[in-house]
Structures are given as structure tokens and as C-alpha cells.
């Protein structure tokens, strides 16, 4: 349904907005973009809807080409912003009423689907205000009300759930639950258990550039999984290197820093082909062996340091 | 066509929503009215005391209620109209990009062509309310004196072409910045050299002098306020607008381009 391929746009000057990007999404998928602040999720999103062209590469939405046939693509899609921005003097029906007519919502439906959006999105009563009266929970209701308002076969949302209260949260991650199945979503977060929550697959970015594309749950295996270990083990440097090399799976041990005198402590770093138990093979051997045994760590992978940057965010939030 | 109206209300609705239409309308009004008031009680002074003694008489010749009050009044109108219509194009561009708006806007279905037509459509709506507020002003004419109609018709055409060339001219300063002043400032500054222009045209040589004349916004309006329809004159306006909605498209379409 979306293909995203070589994706780059680069800011006036040398500032870096995303790098080489390529991702796929299916018909009927959520696709999760989970990424600390600056990853450049909303300058991937701002050129899938259209908003600006990229520097290179190419997006194709349900058959088109956001730069050849942007009518096209546009009439396709529902966006919500990631800072939701309205009109602030009209009233929240006026306001949908306008936006149904500009995405081509047939003149006679046009009442019908604005009331049945805003039941949809819970802002029935709502309806006597104007946008700028509504708290930010409400405003983000209109801002999905309006992606919603023509039906669209994709859905865009950067950052959906950002600065709601827990209860809003909760409601809105299950609109979007709702609104899967026949629709292709793709939404923004730093929310990790947002994303494994309510998505198929997740595409993890940093720096403007794709770190991971994965199923949620692989993900998360892949990640508490590590096929690295720092090992700081007392003994004769060259038996123990020699002892941990023959541990079955290692591809290669080396000295990170060796001891200084004979009885001495020295680091390695012990690389397993496969990645199960392997702290575990290292502490048994050392038993066998008789080695004091100091530290076993496994060692972080880049994508860790990513998630972790990540999670620590989300606790802060709640 | 469905679009352009989708936007052409909207426009005219957030004019009224926000003070922006009252308060640009009702000083233009003001304004307007006041000199009335002056020309109009000055007409009436002339004219008794010519009736009254044949030297003043005399010194004006026949009095002309078309000549003396009309034409000046269309020609004071046309200084307040290139005052006032920058501040009712300013927003238009620029307070959709300074809220982010236009990030919506943009990502709509909807052609650059049909928005800026919306827009310019919306602001001719509000200055055509502004200028029927001066029609007052020329029936309290007609109820006392017998104006010339055709100079009246004609005079209204014409102020409306040159409005729609300051407004097409105010939209395109409102597409290039998301500074509302600075939209209102640079319409107001390029307006003012379009207007000064004619009056450099006796120094400058032959050719050049003609070419200045023809640039300058106002002198065009000199014919419409005589009651006469020049094609050359309603040309230049019908240019000069589509001329700036070109550019205004434009600068929204460069936001598509590739850097
Ligand atoms: N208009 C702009 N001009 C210049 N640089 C920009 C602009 N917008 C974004 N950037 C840069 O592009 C990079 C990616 O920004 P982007 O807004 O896409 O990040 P993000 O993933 O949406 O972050 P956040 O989680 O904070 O919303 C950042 O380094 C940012 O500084
Ligand atoms: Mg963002």
C-alpha cells in the first residue's frame, strides 16, 4: 500500500533531516514509527502526506507517487499533525463541514458524516464550541475527526496519544485499534508499549536513518538477547583466552585490557555465533576451570542504546 | 469549482470572526464618509454663495456637481484603498503558515489554482461590502444635485479592477513571509512605488516617461473617473491581478518543488 524507498531530505544548510529511508506497509496494517526526538519522524510523514518533497528517493501511496500525482495521493489520505493545528475561530462542525467539502465528501453527505465523525471521535458535545475553547485532548478529537472525515483508505498520525491524560490515551489507542482492518495506518510515537500495543510491525529510527524493521515482539526477543559478553575473569591470559575460545558458538575472543601482573584481572569480549546462553557457557567454564570470575556482561547492541533512549522517555512520562 | 467555494466562504467567514473586517471596513468607511462630508459642504457653500453673488460665480465657471465632488471622491477612495487593502490581505498566506495551518491546507485534495482564487475571492467579497459602504455617500449626491451616472458606473468599475490588482498584489506579499506586518508592509511599500512611478515620468526621457506612466496603478483610474471605458486601462489592472495570482501560486507551488 506504501512504499518508501531511499527516502532522503536534507534542511537548508547541512542540517540532516532523514537519510536513505525504505520501508514497506501493507493493506490493512499498522505500522508502528518509533523513534527518539529528532529521529525525523514527522519529516517522513510530512513528505509521505505530500506537505514537502524529499530531497531524493521515492513514495508511492496506494499506486501513486506522492510527487508525480500529489492529487491523487492526497485524496487518499487522512493526516493528523503532530502539533494538530485548526482553526481556532470556528466552531468544531463549521470547521469539519469545511474540511469534508475540500477532501470531496458529496455536497448531500456532507451533515451526515460530520455528525457521524464526531460521534466517532466522542465530540458530540462539543459541538457548540469553537476550536480555540477546546482543551488539547478535544483539539487532537477534531484534528483525528478531520483525517477521518472522507474515509480515507490511509491514515498518518504523528505522535496521536502526545499530551493526553491517561484516560484520553487509553481512548483514543483503541479508536485507532478500531479504525484497522480496512485501513492503512501509520502512526508516530516514543512510546514503546503504545507501539507494540496497537501495531503489526514497527520501523525504529534514529538519526534520520532506519535501525530496525520488525514485528514487535521480535523485536523485543531480539533485544534481550545479545550475542556479546564482557567477561573480566583472574588467571593466565593466553589459557583463558584459549579456554573461552573452544566454548562451543564462539566466533572470537579478544583482551580488552590485560592484567598487569600474573594473578591479575584482564577483560574480554566474547563473541557468540548464536546468542543463547552464552553468559551462560562463559560462567560454567569458568566453574570447570576454577577461574575467578568478576563480571559477565552482555554487551549492548547499538539498537539497545536506541530503545533504551526510548523507554527511558516513557517512564519519565507516566 | 466546489473547492474554490469551500475555501471562498471560509475566508469570508474568519474575516468576520476576527475584528480584522470590522475594524478595516468601518475605518475605510470613516474615512470615506469624512471627506465626503468636507467636499460635499464645500460644494454646497460655492454653489449658494454663487447663486448669490456673480463674482464667485464667475470665478468657478459652472458648477458641476460631477466634476467638483464626484471625481474627487473616487480619487480619495483609491488613496484609501491602497492604505487599507494591504491589511486586509496580509493574513491570508501568512497566519495560515505562522499557526501551521497551512501543513493541513496543503495536504488536501485541493489544486494550488483553486486556493489562491479562494483567497483572492474572499478578500475581493469583503472589499466589494467595503466599497458599497461609499454608495451612501453618492445617493446623498444624486438626492440633491445630478450627477453624470455614466462617470458614477464607470467609477465604480475602475475601483474595483485596481482593488483586485492591490489585493492579488497584497496575497502574493502575504504567500512569501509568515510575518503578517511585514505581508502588510511590503504590499503598502510596492503599492506606494507603483503610485509614485507616474511622477518621475517628466524627467526621465521619452520612452522611459510612458513606460513609468504606464506602470503607475493610479493613472490608469484617471479615464474611469472621466466616465470612460479605455480597454488599454482594463487591461492593465486584469493583467497586473493575474500577474500576482501567477506569482502567489506559484510561491505556494515552490514549496513542492524539490530543494
Ligand atoms: N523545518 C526544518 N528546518 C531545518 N531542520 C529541520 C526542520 N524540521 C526538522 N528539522 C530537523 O530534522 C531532524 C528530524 O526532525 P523531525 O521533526 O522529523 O523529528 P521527529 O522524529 O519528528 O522528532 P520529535 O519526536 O521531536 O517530533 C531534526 O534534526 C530537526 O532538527
Ligand atoms: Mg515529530
Known sequence: MIEVKNLTKTYGGNARGITDISFNVNKGEILGFLGPNGAGKTTTMRILTCFMPATSGTVNVAGFDVFEDSLQVRSRIGYLPETVPLYTDMQVPVYLRFVAGLKGVPWKEIKNRVAEVMEQVALTHMAHKFIGELSKGYRQRVGLAQALINDPEVLILDEPTIGLDPKQIIEIRSLIKGLAGARTIILSSHILPEVSMLCQRVVIIDEGKVKAVDTPDNLTSQLTKSNRVVARIAGKQADVQDGLRKIRGVKRVDCLSPAESGAGTSKYTIEFEMDSQSSNLVARLAGERQWDLYELTPMKMSLEDIFIRIVTEEEIKQ | ?259
Open chain 2, 1 to 259: 469549482m466546489r473547492n474554490f467555494i469551500f475555501i471562498l466562504t471560509k475566508e469570508i467567514r474568519s474575516y468576520f470572526y476576527s475584528p480584522v473586517a470590522f475594524v478595516v471596513i468601518t475605518i475605510f468607511s470613516v474615512l470615506i464618509g469624512y471627506y465626503f462630508y468636507n467636499i460635499f459642504a464645500a460644494f454646497s457653500t460655492i454653489s449658494f454663495q454663487a447663486q448669490t453673488d456673480p463674482m464667485v460665480a464667475s470665478q468657478y465657471g459652472v458648477l458641476n456637481v460631477t466634476e467638483f465632488v464626484i471625481r474627487p471622491f473616487f480619487g480619495v477612495v483609491s488613496i484609501v484603498m491602497l492604505i487599507m487593502l494591504p491589511m486586509l490581505t496580509m493574513r491570508s498566506f501568512a497566519e495560515e503558515k505562522k499557526t501551521g495551518t497551512i501543513e493541513l491546507l496543503l495536504t488536501y485534495p485541493v489544486k494550488d489554482l483553486e486556493l489562491v482564487l479562494g483567497k483572492f475571492a474572499g478578500c475581493m467579497g469583503i472589499f466589494a461590502i467595503m466599497l458599497s459602504l461609499s454608495v451612501p455617500c453618492l445617493l446623498l449626491v444624486a438626492f440633491f444635485g445630478d450627477p453624470e451616472w455614466g462617470v458614477i458606473v464607470t467609477g465604480y468599475g475602475g475601483l474595483f479592477l485596481m482593488g483586485g490588482a492591490f489585493i492579488s498584489l497584497g496575497l502574493f506579499m502575504s504567500s512569501l513571509t509568515e510575518n503578517q506586518i511585514i505581508a502588510a508592509v511590503l504590499s503598502f511599500a510596492s503599492l506606494m512605488v507603483l503610485y509614485m512611478v507616474g511622477s518621475s515620468s517628466g524627467f526621465v526621457g521619452e520612452k522611459m516617461g510612458q513606460f513609468l506612466e504606464y506602470v503607475s496603478i493610479l493613472s490608469h483610474f484617471e479615464t474611469f473617473a472621466r466616465g470612460v471605458l479605455d480597454t488599454s486601462d482594463i487591461t492593465y489592472y486584469l493583467l497586473f491581478a493575474v500577474f500576482f495570482l501567477f506569482l502567489s501560486m506559484h510561491s505556494l507551488e515552490s514549496k513542492r518543488w524539490r530543494a
